[in-house]
């Protein structure tokens, strides 16, 4: 299959199939006599597990991995949900992390909503962001 049949079977561009390819995601396929890239069936599955893979949160480093361990006839799964473990912490991380940043803004919201812009007068630069 030609790239661009494999970008449109794929739904991605040519360009970004021979980054994959670049990146070590994609096997470079074997050429036809006028040099023309001629990828297998297979490639089109490895391009989906790619895109799913990358919607989950998966560097291309981690896809990669997982690749290699599949190619080397080793089933990856186990891998897969170490590294599934190690994103929903880092996740669960963030968004304690935003809850509370969120917690801060709104506390500085309610000063803002009741400071007085000449309390920004003098040596302040801003009274809302001041220490109290």
């Known amino acids: 299959m030609l790239i661009g049949d494999l970008a449109a079977a794929a739904g991605l561009s040519a360009k970004t199939i021979r980054f994959y390819e ?17 990828y297998p069936p297979g490639a089109t599955s490895r391009l989906a597990f790619i895109r799913q893979a990358q919607a989950a949160g998966f560097t291309l480093a981690e896809i990669r991995g997982i690749l290699a361990i599949r190619d080397s006839g080793d089933a990856p799964c186990r891998h897969v949900a170490a590294l599934i473990g190690q994103h929903l912490a880092a996740a669960e991380q963030r968004i304690a992390e935003l809850t509370r940043a969120r917690d801060a803004l709104m506390d500085l919201q309610q000063k803002a909503a009741a400071a007085d812009s000449a309390d920004c007068a003098g040596s302040q630069i801003c009274s809302i962001l001041a220490s109290p």
């Open 22 to 38: 670049q990146a070590g995601l994609l096997p470079g396929p074997p050429r036809t006599p006028g040099g023309y890239r001629d």
